[in-house]
């Protein structure tokens, strides 16, 4: 996870970029992506210009009240092969940053914190200085792995996924997406599919970018139901008399729904007694557990779905039960320890974490990391997102660019790249612009009044 290489300090593999260049010309396969490919990829179809505008946020203009240092603070990271990590890139304007990606043709670009000086001239600042290098605005971001739900799929595991599993995808989007609109108030809200096994969120609208660490923290912690860990039988623990309203509606709006129409049977997850016990371990009344062994003994083939009929026996005898409060929360605890979505709570509580920047290609699968429309996410299929071979055969098989045409327009790049630009780049640029001129008046009138006075 880049967040992790971030956070851990890896100093020791960080080089100056100069020297890297020849050591990587021996080397033209790097995992399954042809060097050759990803210059014809950063030379053609990479979207520089829509990334420098986005990680700008209207400083780029010309009004008097942009700051010009702002996208030169901003800390970029390339991944090199052979492991080798370029931290604390940055670059004056579009042009040095689009000429250094095609120069260097990095398998791998992360993005990190704003920080109150150039990070490239960190070291100036290190001692005796005023200036001190601290990161100042970064975007609230999530990270969700599919990997972190081995114990609650059986069609996949590590790595891999499919479309079986794929939807756990679909409902952490769904909840997450609902949650930071209508509790928090953001607007500007970016997914973008990992590549390869997840996704990643980032919420840039300027309140968000301008949040410290604890204030990160505590809307990371909004979201954490998460108590036990994997040797545990109880990873949920739902407490006090009534649920908190975003859980409820997470519940009935998505999550129940989606447990009872669709993970119980794609994930058999009742169909034979080493599954079953996993969900028995989670009821604290033995006498239910023990009949429901008991009815579960019996094999006989149903006409119904066995996942279907013996969930609906759990949900009978728990909600029927003398301890109803106590039992009904569990059937609720059974729901959200299956489908609710499993963060990366570091990645979002601090603002010096690094994030795969959208447009990228996955090293191991080619695949480029495309946006994700929260509001058809459901038809989002990551084994039909676009890799960068096919992208560039699609280039060569289209017949000569029409003037006026985007090289990408010409390959399956061109949606997810109108789909950046009119549903989140546009909206959000249009945000900066009335904040970068509301700041302005005010600082004027607050200048207009201390003379006055």
Known sequence: MAGEGAENGRDDMIIDGSGADQQRQNNLIFDGVNVNYLKLYYGKLFPHADVFKWMSYGNDGKHPGCDHSYFGRREFSF?????????????????????????????????????????????????????????????????????????????????????????????????????LRDDFGFNHILWVYSGRRGVHCWVCDGKARRLNNEQRAAIADYFRVYKGNENSQKMVSLLGQALHPFLVRAHNEVLKIFFEEKLLSTQNLLLDEDRYEKILGMIPDESITSELRGKWADNRRSKEDINVVRWQQLKHMLQSAKQKLQLRRCVEEIVFSFTYPRLDMEVSRHMNHLLKAPFCVHPKTGRVCIPIDPNCCEDFDPTAVPTLSKILEELNTEGSRKEGDNEWDRTSLGDPVRYFRSSFLQPLLKSCKEEIESSYSAKLQESKNSLNW
């Open 79 to 179: 991944t090199l092969d052979n492991d080798i990590y370029l931290r604390f890139q940055s670059f004056s304007g579009l042009s040095e940053m689009e000429n250094s990606i095609r120069e260097k043709c990095p398998f791998k670009i992360d993005i990190g914190p704003v920080y109150s000086v150039d990070p490239a001239r960190r070291h100036a600042y290190a001692q005796g200085s005023d200036n001190v290098f601290t990161p100042v605005e970064r975007e609230l971001i999530f990270d969700i792995d599919m990997s972190d739900y081995d114990d609650v799929r059986y069609c996949c595991s590590g790595a891999d996924v499919c479309l079986d599993c794929w939807p756990l995808m679909t409902v952490a989007i769904k909840v997450l997406d609902s949650a």
